[in-house]
């Protein structure tokens, strides 16, 4: 397809996807002539994907950039690829202080779920995960302010987290080529987060409601 | 206790529980003299619960003040109570237009969704409930990114969350009081969420691990 009908199926505006084109957030099309480059349903993907990173996601370009580069590196395993594009996302909070008191706490308690759930993985990779150092984060800040952060009771929890990664990593693996499952992995980081958010809450309140009325 | 006790049990400095105090955001204590007043318990939970609020959910001190004043409101019923409470919190983007498309057609996905899992009450109480209204843009942001939003693949979700959220009240249940279950309630709200997305991610590395290798 030619550049306009790229903008028009992507309600993208012209202006937009040029910009993005001198970015190098979106590869350029093929140059059929002088003035004219074909463009293909990879661009409207990885259009779709600009949009979830720089407008929902609040990514800076430069950021945007990097995850793409991850995204793109067919020299990388599965694994590595698919993390090295998540780990670029904002994952909240660092911890402050590494060695205050919450902090060193939390990071016991994290590490006595992860052994009680057998996730060995995510315990051998540890604190080079931003992910696993906003878990601790989390936990620093309950235990800080006093309340309790129980492993048997979260664990549970996580159980559940487990079933729904499954359902992701699934829903993933439906996609036909290596880059759009992990342009379909980094996406559903970015939006489907609120919407189980969202589905979370709404359950609480279904539930309340059928505990204790409307 | 008295007030130094407080503080030093709760981690506040006396100048920042002076300020909740002439804030309204924590009840005066028992006067015992014309210069002494004595604190419990339910000061200190409390305690926990302003921090929560302010520092690490951001609110503005007007907006704790109205979520306080629901958990404090004992006209009310339990599930009313504890959704008036938990409806002052922060829920992410409101519908910018109520009747662009992808919003008209969102809000039809999410009754489609709830229909599909039987839960009455939330199709029941609908866009009132902020929650219900941040699926809603949560949906409405994938249709307009040309992302596929499909209520068979989300409903396992749902029910995963729902499973979730049933453990939620049975925990809250388990607190002595009213008004300490409505608390239990909002501090969840603010302090487990970040922890359970962490939880999501980290499973995810897990899962990816053990299915590509580290």
């Known amino acids: 397809m030619r550049l306009a009908e790229l903008s028009e199926r992507s309600g993208v505006s012209l202006a937009t996807i040029k910009y993005y084109l001198r970015q190098g957030l979106l590869a350029p099309g093929d140059r059929v002539s002088a003035t004219t480059a074909e463009y293909d349903e990879s661009h409207l993907r990885r259009l779709r994907l600009v949009r979830a990173l720089l407008q929902v996601g609040r990514l800076p370009v430069a950021t945007a950039k990097k995850v793409l580069g991850h995204v793109d590196d067919e020299s990388l395993g599965r694994s590595i690829r698919m993390g090295a594009a998540l780990w670029e996302l904002p994952h909240g909070a660092e911890p ?119």
Chains 1, 2 share one sequence.
Do not use: C, N
Request: glycine content about 4%; overall charge negative.
């Open 96 to 214: 402050d202080d590494d060695k205050d008191e919450a902090t060193v706490a939390a990071r016991t308690e994290v590490d006595r779920l992860l052994e009680r759930l057998g996730w060995e993985s995510a315990r051998e990779i540890g604190a080079l995960s931003p992910v696993h150092r906003s878990l601790v984060v989390a936990v620093a800040t309950l235990i800080r302010l006093g309340y309790p952060w129980d492993a048997e009771l979260m664990a549970p929890y996580a159980e559940l987290m487990h079933r729904a990664a499954i359902r992701d990593l699934d829903f993933v693996e439906t996609r036909h080529s290596e880059a759009e499952r992990v342009e379909t992995a980094v996406a559903a980081a970015i939006l489907f987060r609120p919407a189980l958010d969202a589905l979370h809450r709404l359950a609480q309140e279904e539930e309340s409601a059928r505990r204790y009325g409307l």
